[in-house]
């Protein structure tokens, strides 16, 4: 995967009566993220090169911040999309060319952190937990087993109880995908021909501009509804919502230009449960799949129907079945996987 960090950003309202002080809350996320690492020690390590991590146990970035001047439960019921940056850790003050912590004390070598974190406290009792994870250790649900494990071992801390709850993490990547080696025992493809590789080739910096869409619960089922066919029974709410969003950036990108044009749409699969037998949720690294659909130009007035974008999406997604998982564990795996992107 490309050498990016994945945000994402937790929000807790506040609760009446309290639980905790905002003291009592840092000591036990502080203590329970140090004890949930110990299980997931990779994300506590140093990335050292495309395909290494050093396990040395330095820890992740976890730093305090408060916000005195918003009302969370205001700022959920109507968001300023301006403060999400300020909620999640100043990635770039951080980092420095190489994505090293600056200022941080490093074994030999340096390398750049994987996980790092920011709780933000608001005066009304509430916080936010701003997290990023680089997306070449994990992916989404990798993120998603860690924060699980994460938030069970903070409310054991608070419970006061000695129930022991573990989200226990399986890092069994390199025995369901076998590293492809030469006859030297090294790996056997190049770097460049890594995601990294190809991140680094292409990728540009620019400006980003966040916006938000809000479907209502009514206005997907209708969605749904108009996207059903008898051949095409009951479209996931995903597969609507997206064919929507496609529609309409292909009739924008026609009434801007004058003429339609193809357009291409990509959704990630999740491996896991795709392959036969199911792999283990738990599985740790990146177990995802990019598929493409690809929806030509249209002649005249004539714009395809949301019942037809769907189709070639589902057609795309569903070519990432057992077999190709199966084909993705075997010595064709590049090959197989160049055919499927």
């Not at 912590?101 to 340096?110: E, I, Q």
């Not at 054991?156 to 080696?181: E, K, N, R």
């Not at 177990?287 to 974008?309: D, P, Q």
Request: aromatic fraction near 6%; include cysteine.
């Amino acid at each position: 995967m490309p050498p990016i960090y994945v945000p994402m950003i937790l929000f807790y309202p506040p609760v009446s009566p309290p639980i905790s002080t905002s003291s009592e809350r840092s000591q036990a996320l502080k203590q329970s993220l140090s004890e949930t690492l110990t299980r997931f020690y990779p994300l506590a390590g140093r990335i050292r090169s495309n395909l290494c991590i050093d396990c040395n146990d330095e820890g992740a970035c976890y730093i305090e911040a408060k916000d005195e001047s918003h009302d969370l439960s205001e700022f959920l019921q109507h968001p300023d999309l301006s403060l999400l940056p300020k909620l999640l850790p100043p990635l770039d003050s951080m980092l420095d060319h190489s994505g090293q912590l600056k200022n941080a004390t490093t074994a030999p070598g340096g390398g750049a952190v994987v996980v790092m974190i920011q709780v933000t406290n608001f005066a009304c009792g509430g916080f936010v937990i701003g997290v990023y994870v680089s997306h070449m250790i994990v992916d989404g649900v990798g993120i998603s087993t860690f924060l699980k494990a994460w938030a069970a071992a903070t409310a054991q801390s608070q419970s006061g109880t000695d129930q022991c709850i573990h989200v226990l993490p399986s890092f069994d990547g390199a025995a369901l995908f076998p590293p492809i080696l030469d006859e030297q025992g090294k790996f056997a493809h190049p770097t460049e021909a890594t995601m990294r590789g190809l991140y680094r080739r292409f990728a540009k910096k620019g400006r980003c501009v966040n916006k938000r869409f809000v479907f209502e619960a009514s206005a997907v089922a209708k969605l749904k509804e108009l996207a059903a066919t008898s051949s095409l029974q009951n479209p996931s709410r995903v597969e609507a919502v997206s064919a929507f969003i496609w529609k309409c950036a292909r009739s924008a990108w026609k009434a801007k230009s004058g003429r339609s044009a193809p357009s291409l749409i990509t959704h990630a699969v999740n491996l896991r449960r795709r392959a036969d037998p199911n792999l283990p949720q738990n599985s740790m690294g990146n177990f995802v799949c990019l598929t493409g659909a690809i929806a030509n130009e249209c002649h005249g007035e004539e714009e395809l129907e949301l019942s037809s974008l769907v189709s070639k999406m589902r057609e795309a997604t569903s070519k990432v079945n057992g077999d190709l998982v199966a084909k993705l564990q075997g010595q064709g795996r590049l090959e197989t996987l160049s055919k499927v992107s």
